[in-house]
């Protein structure tokens, strides 16, 4: 049975980092890509970050303007997603989600098991 | 990147009724590669439709997706007060892949 269990809520000043995990079970995983939504309270859900395991090569959105970074650590099956120089505008629920569709090996996924979510809350 | 639009907003339907969600793109989606999903409060989204019309595994039949281009429909028949819920619909054929703002559905 596929899982993807994500860390715990996070409370950070802005301007400070943090980087949140998502260990997955279930899979192989190197034979899925990994994507990171967002999703801002009340709000709709955001891409962030797509990361193939198989060649580690990654895409963001240009909305993040380089503050964010997605890894992995494949022996522990774990996918991570740093954000730095936080701002209150990025407090919402980060989640995980397992990638597929024919062109996910590219970046463009859809996402058919998705993680718990994590809140991350940006306020000073 | 591609600006999807979905309609209603908000939709009040009662048990046992049948409710039809759109998702209109901005150009159109190749290869149909448009996928729906529903979020309950305080829950990760759920895949319900993949490629426009193929159900996810575990879905009822009473979800059905349709359309291509740049025009596409969830359908919802004989509504349960279980499916209260957001719905979202996402294209995935190129890069940054976007969702809808979502449609609200409140069985009464």
């Known amino acids: 049975q596929v899982h993807l269990v994500q860390s715990g809520a996070e409370v950070k000043q802005p301007g400070a980092s943090v980087t949140l995990s998502c260990r997955t079970s279930?899979?192989?995983?190197?034979?899925?890509?990994l994507s990171w939504v967002r999703q801002a309270p009340g709000q709709g859900l955001e891409w962030v970050a797509w990361?193939?395991?198989?060649?580690?090569?990654?895409k963001y959105s240009e909305r993040f303007q380089g503050r964010v970074t997605i890894t992995i650590d494949t022996s522990a099956s774990t996918a991570y997603l740093g954000l730095s120089s936080l701002k209150s505008e990025d407090t919402a629920v980060y989640y995980c989600a397992r990638g597929r569709g024919g062109y996910c090996s590219g970046g463009s996924c859809y996402s058919d098991y998705w993680g718990q979510g994590t809140l991350v809350t940006v306020s000073s | 990147e591609i600006v999807l639009t979905q309609s209603p907003v908000t939709l009040a339907l009662s048990p046992g009724e049948g409710a039809t969600l759109s998702c209109r793109a901005s150009e159109s989606v190749t290869d149909d590669y448009l996928a729906w999903y529903q979020q309950k409060p305080g829950q990760p989204p759920r895949l319900l439709i993949y490629?426009?019309?193929r159900r996810a595994t575990g879905v009822p039949d009473r979800f059905s997706g349709s359309g291509s281009g740049t025009d596409f429909t969830l359908t919802i028949s004989r509504l349960e007060p279980d499916d209260s819920a957001v719905f979202y619909c996402?294209?995935?054929?190129?890069?940054?892949?976007?969702f809808g703002q979502g449609t609200k559905l409140q069985i009464k």
């Open positions: 990361i193939n395991p198989i060649n580690t090569n990654t």
């Open positions: 279930g899979y192989t995983f190197k034979s899925h890509a």
């Open positions: 490629g426009a019309s």
């Open positions: 996402q294209h995935y054929d190129k890069s940054p892949v976007t």
